[in-house]
């Protein structure tokens, strides 16, 4: 890329630990420093998983429960940003919705076994693949909760929609955040798991019509399993 002044490297790295710290305490509201982090840009996830515990006043809510931190992130790649600042070989659990391209029943959870950036370019009047990054899974010592999967990272919702067809060929899902995440991760060398419950077929705009109620018994088995998973069943 060339930029005003001169070349700008495309290589991603990961921040120096001044920078990781600053992140912590104001994306945190401490300098958190924990072994298992759960990541959602859900509210109801993070006000189920969160209950009882020890609120941090930082720019994400954050709440702590001994030894694992709960976190409510932004959608899109905004949330690496705390899988950079978190120290290192942290264990990461992601949790969010997707829209669902192989006719899943609504509520299905797919446990993504890798993901890749699906970016839009346009030639002639069709919108066709640019990107096709591929990140798999980091390793992460926990029970399946539902069958293993690709999920295609659009930017938002719109690409979604704009390229179901394409997608349909290539993934089982498509959300906002998965390949960010756990392309991240691996920069990072954290453990990095990524949990989609699915909400809606995509098509014709219907993630706009899909209700917490259809839902709501998948993420409440959703949390009781990753709550056993955090306590160890306790």
């Not at 899974?137 to 999967?149: E, N, Q, Y």
Request: net charge negative.
């Amino acid at each position: 890329m060339i930029a005003q002044g001169g070349l700008v490297s495309s290589k991603v790295q990961v921040p120096d630990e001044q920078w990781r710290r600053r992140a912590r305490r104001t994306l945190l509201g401490c300098d958190w420093l924990g072994p298992e982090v759960v990541l959602t840009p859900l509210r109801s996830i993070h006000t189920a998983l969160a209950r009882g515990g020890t609120e941090c006043d930082g720019w994400w809510r954050t709440s702590l429960l001994g030894d694992a931190a709960v976190v409510h992130v932004p959608q899109g790649t905004a949330a690496k940003d705390i899988v950079f600042a978190l120290p290192q070989t942290t264990r990461v659990t992601f949790v969010g919705l997707a829209g669902g391209l192989r006719n899943q029943p609504i509520g299905t959870t797919v446990d993504l076994g890798s993901a890749f950036i699906a970016s839009v370019a346009v030639v002639g009047q069709s919108a066709v693949l640019a990107d096709l990054s591929v990140h798999s899974r980091r390793s992460h010592p926990a029970k399946p909760l539902g069958p293993a999967g690709v999920a295609a990272t659009v930017g938002c919702l719109a690409d979604s929609t704009l390229l179901h067809h394409q997608l349909a060929g290539v993934a089982d899902c498509v959300d906002m955040e998965s390949a960010h995440l756990l392309a991240a991760a691996a920069l990072a060398g954290h453990q990095m798991r990524c949990l989609l419950v699915i909400s809606d077929h995509n098509r014709d705009g219907d993630v706009f019509t899909s209700t917490p109620e259809h839902i709501a018994a998948a993420i409440d088995d959703l949390c009781q399993s990753i709550q056993e998973d955090l306590t160890g069943g306790q």
